[in-house]
Nanobody
Protein backbone atom coordinates (compact mmCIF):
# COMPACT_ATOMS: atom_id res chain seq x y z
CA UNK A 1 0.00 0.00 0.00
CA UNK A 2 1.00 3.63 -0.36
CA UNK A 3 3.02 5.00 2.53
CA UNK A 4 4.51 8.45 3.02
CA UNK A 5 6.82 9.09 5.96
CA UNK A 6 7.98 12.62 6.76
CA UNK A 7 11.00 13.46 8.87
CA UNK A 8 13.28 16.37 9.62
CA UNK A 9 11.04 18.68 11.60
CA UNK A 10 12.09 20.34 14.81
CA UNK A 11 12.57 23.57 16.72
CA UNK A 12 14.63 26.31 15.11
CA UNK A 13 15.18 30.00 15.69
CA UNK A 14 13.91 32.58 13.24
CA UNK A 15 16.31 32.88 10.33
CA UNK A 16 17.38 29.27 10.63
CA UNK A 17 16.98 26.35 8.26
CA UNK A 18 15.49 22.87 8.23
CA UNK A 19 15.31 20.15 5.61
CA UNK A 20 12.25 17.94 5.54
CA UNK A 21 12.18 14.54 3.86
CA UNK A 22 9.26 12.47 2.59
CA UNK A 23 10.04 8.82 1.93
CA UNK A 24 7.47 7.14 -0.30
CA UNK A 25 6.67 3.50 -0.86
CA UNK A 26 3.99 1.61 -2.73
CA UNK A 27 4.00 4.01 -5.69
CA UNK A 28 5.87 4.51 -8.93
CA UNK A 29 7.55 7.51 -7.41
CA UNK A 30 9.11 9.02 -10.52
CA UNK A 31 5.73 9.33 -12.24
CA UNK A 32 3.93 11.23 -9.51
CA UNK A 33 3.73 14.85 -8.45
CA UNK A 34 4.78 15.20 -4.83
CA UNK A 35 3.48 18.01 -2.67
CA UNK A 36 4.18 19.60 0.68
CA UNK A 37 1.35 21.12 2.70
CA UNK A 38 1.28 22.66 6.14
CA UNK A 39 -1.29 23.26 8.85
CA UNK A 40 -0.83 25.81 11.59
CA UNK A 41 -2.89 25.67 14.80
CA UNK A 42 -6.43 26.86 14.19
CA UNK A 43 -5.88 27.22 10.45
CA UNK A 44 -6.71 25.19 7.38
CA UNK A 45 -4.14 23.01 5.71
CA UNK A 46 -2.49 24.95 2.89
CA UNK A 47 -0.22 24.04 -0.02
CA UNK A 48 3.44 24.95 0.26
CA UNK A 49 5.13 23.49 -2.83
CA UNK A 50 4.70 20.91 -5.57
CA UNK A 51 7.16 19.08 -7.79
CA UNK A 52 6.19 17.05 -10.85
CA UNK A 53 7.84 13.84 -11.94
CA UNK A 54 9.77 15.88 -14.47
CA UNK A 55 11.00 18.32 -11.85
CA UNK A 56 8.77 21.33 -12.49
CA UNK A 57 8.00 23.21 -9.31
CA UNK A 58 5.32 25.52 -7.93
CA UNK A 59 5.51 27.46 -4.68
CA UNK A 60 3.11 29.32 -2.46
CA UNK A 61 3.82 33.05 -2.54
CA UNK A 62 4.57 33.01 1.19
CA UNK A 63 7.58 30.70 0.74
CA UNK A 64 8.97 31.75 -2.65
CA UNK A 65 12.65 32.50 -2.47
CA UNK A 66 13.01 30.80 0.92
CA UNK A 67 11.88 27.19 0.39
CA UNK A 68 13.08 24.73 -2.24
CA UNK A 69 11.32 21.48 -3.13
CA UNK A 70 13.32 18.70 -4.75
CA UNK A 71 13.18 14.97 -5.32
CA UNK A 72 15.48 12.00 -5.64
CA UNK A 73 13.70 9.40 -7.73
CA UNK A 74 16.38 6.80 -7.02
CA UNK A 75 15.61 7.09 -3.30
CA UNK A 76 11.82 7.55 -3.65
CA UNK A 77 12.18 10.66 -1.53
CA UNK A 78 11.00 14.25 -1.79
CA UNK A 79 12.60 17.09 0.13
CA UNK A 80 11.71 20.55 1.33
CA UNK A 81 14.66 22.78 2.12
CA UNK A 82 13.44 25.64 4.28
CA UNK A 83 15.70 28.67 4.75
CA UNK A 84 15.16 32.03 6.43
CA UNK A 85 12.44 30.53 8.56
CA UNK A 86 9.91 32.82 10.21
CA UNK A 87 7.66 32.24 13.23
CA UNK A 88 4.69 32.18 10.85
CA UNK A 89 6.17 29.07 9.23
CA UNK A 90 5.36 27.17 12.42
CA UNK A 91 3.05 24.30 11.46
CA UNK A 92 2.77 20.59 10.95
CA UNK A 93 4.15 19.83 7.50
CA UNK A 94 2.63 17.03 5.46
CA UNK A 95 3.67 15.22 2.32
CA UNK A 96 0.97 14.34 -0.21
CA UNK A 97 0.60 12.32 -3.38
CA UNK A 98 -2.51 11.87 -5.49
CA UNK A 99 -3.10 8.67 -7.37
CA UNK A 100 -6.57 7.15 -7.50
CA UNK A 101 -6.91 8.52 -3.97
CA UNK A 102 -5.21 11.23 -1.97
CA UNK A 103 -2.48 9.97 0.34
CA UNK A 104 -0.97 11.92 3.22
CA UNK A 105 1.94 11.29 5.51
CA UNK A 106 1.62 11.55 9.28
CA UNK A 107 3.20 15.00 9.36
CA UNK A 108 6.26 16.49 11.01
CA UNK A 109 6.19 19.45 13.39
CA UNK A 110 8.16 22.57 12.54
CA UNK A 111 8.39 25.23 15.23
CA UNK A 112 10.14 28.53 14.59
CA UNK A 113 10.88 30.66 17.63
CA UNK A 114 11.25 34.42 17.47
Amino acid sequence: QVQLVESGGGLVQAGGSLRLSCAASGIIFSMNTMSWYRQAPGKQREPVAHITGGGSTIYADSVKGRFTISRDNAKNTAYLQMNSLKPEDTAVYYCRVIMKSVYWGQGTQVTVSS
